[in-house]
């Protein structure tokens, strides 16, 4: 009862900031423009204040306190400001709800969304093509770009099976210089060329110069590509470094419209730079019969582990000597920070591809191996050496120790990434190189009978201008570096850095 007497003034203060607010909205409403971001409601946790007020899934969060709120960033500092109840304010498709919260914790998950895209009178849309996104782990950003691309040109081949059939699935790797560009299907062991391959794909690769002399020449190509009814698939069409879908244009082809990762649209965006990579789709020649395309994979499979080194790129097994050596014997302090935070990002990265990868291998073995019954014991052994890999290297995120696998922005200082976190990333890593040198074992009985002779590996020949390095050396000067001694694999003289 007593509450109930404090409580009724502050609601009576409530109503009338609620009215003096609706007034403030209303005027910041008419200021918006189809462009503004806003907060969308993506969970609530049970049993929280949001939960007991009756908030949902698909609300939008507006505003908190009084305070116009459009972001994470916004929301949290006017929550830093908050010391008593405040008011916070929903929409709810046309209508809009008030609730009086404690200052602190709403219960709320919440993700920045922008509204769906309007397109301009002359666009030109091929709709239908499915977004990109980490569901279920396919952060292969090539393999899934071409995987809805293929869809929509009416191929049945999924992310699993183009992980399988192209060696994504099967292949670990390492920049020398610890460059993410490791994770990408196209750098290092070309997993995106023998993913064309297996669908039989004609296309052209086009890579934009350094100088952008020939931006005009790959737009003009970009849009003879749409018009022709087939999603070009391109590099970086956003800040971070992935593969995307350029799904339409617009403006006389000034704007591309895409689908992308992390976007904030449910529909197709507009790109936010000019892609530097592009494959086009042109047509097809006669594929190779499914069955064809899988016993390739499994000489690809025992090719990705043998496989020492590509260019700037540790591979295979090696791979796994020289990242395990290189987190334990580097001093990751007294870094620039931004060789610090490429290092730390980069093995976040492999270590978290590594994981999903050896899932979606374990997926598809199972999923091909009642076709080859006279192998079928040995191809579900090396799918189960796989899965409890990945199963295993899944552990280091569940770890109720402090993480093992850590991203830059998580850490305050260098001395963060401890030896300690360091060393028990070694010990993952270690199970994992035992169970890949197991399956490399049975890959080889695999193709003693299915692939006794060497399978030639997919090439470049049909592609329009031979990319360069990620450093940006020409192809001549990788291939001349190739028979130089081999790099040392510690992260101190690897980066050049004094420690």
């Not at 000019?274 to 499979?301: D, Q």
């Not at 049975?442 to 450093?471: D, G, H, K, M, Q």
Request: glycine share 6%.
């Amino acid at each position: 009862m007593k509450f109930a007497w404090k409580l009724l003034p502050l609601l009576l203060i409530t109503g009338l900031l609620t009215a003096g607010y609706a007034a403030k909205r209303g005027e910041r409403s008419n200021e918006r423009t189809s462009d503004e971001p806003f907060l969308l409601v993506v969970g609530i946790v049970p049993g929280s204040m949001a939960d007991q007020v009756g908030v949902k899934e698909g609300d939008l969060l507006r505003s908190y306190g009084g305070n116009w709120v459009q972001s994470i960033e916004e929301l949290e500092a006017v929550k830093e400001l908050a010391v008593d109840s405040v008011e916070v304010i929903f929409d709810r498709g046309e209508e809009t709800l008030s609730f009086i919260f404690p200052a602190g914790q709403l219960g709320l998950y919440l993700e920045q969304r922008l509204p769906e895209l309007e397109y301009t009178s002359d666009a030109v849309v091929l709709q239908g093509i499915g977004p990109l996104d980490e569901k279920e782990g396919m952060n292969n950003s090539f393999i899934l770009s071409l995987s809805r691309t293929a869809n929509y040109l009416r191929d049945t081949l999924d992310y699993t099976m183009l992980m399988g059939l192209s060696g994504a699935a099967f292949r670990v790797q390492m920049h020398y210089n610890w460059d993410m560009s490791a994770i990408l299907a196209s750098e290092g062991y070309r997993c995106d060329l023998a993913a064309l391959e297996a669908l039989g794909y004609e296309y052209r690769y086009l890579q934009l110069e350094e100088n952008m002399r020939n931006v005009e020449a790959v737009r003009d190509a970009i849009i003879q590509t749409i018009d022709a009814g087939s999603p070009v698939i391109a590099f970086r069409l956003i800040e971070f470094p992935d593969w995307g879908i350029i799904t339409g244009y617009q403006k006389s082809g000034r704007e591309f419209i895409a689908r992308v990762y992390e976007s904030k649209r449910t529909g197709y965006t507009l790109a936010e730079a000019f892609p530097k990579k592009v494959y086009l789709i042109e047509g097809r020649n006669v594929p190779p019969t499914l069955r064809e395309a899988v016993i390739r994979s499994f000489a690809i499979a025992q090719e990705v582990l043998e496989t020492e080194r590509i260019g700037d790129y540790y591979c295979g097994l090696e791979v796994m000597k020289n990242w395990i050596q290189a987190i334990e014997t580097g001093a990751f302090h007294n870094l620039r920070a931004e060789d610090f935070n490429r290092i730390v990002d980069a093995n976040a990265w492999m270590y978290k591809q590594l994981a999903e990868d050896r899932c979606f291998a374990a997926a598809y073995l199972k999923r091909i191996a009642p076709q080859f019954p006279d192998i079928q014991d040995k191809l579900l052994t090396i799918a189960n050496l796989y899965a409890t890999e990945a199963e295993y290297l899944n552990l280091a995120f569940a770890s109720e120790e402090e993480p093992p696998i850590v991203w830059a922005a998580d850490l305050k200082s260098q001395y963060d990434w401890t030896p300690e976190m360091r060393m028990r990333e070694i010990n993952y890593l270690r199970f994992a190189r035992v169970k890949e040198d197991e399956a490399l074992k049975l890959w080889r009985e695999v193709n003693a009978i299915y692939n006794p002779e060497p399978v030639e590996e997919a090439t470049e020949e049909v592609i329009e201008e031979p990319p360069e390095s990620e450093e940006g050396q020409p192809e001549e000067q990788i291939q001349e570096e190739e028979t130089q001694p081999e790099l040392p694999p510690g992260p101190g003289k690897l980066h050049g850095e004094a420690q």
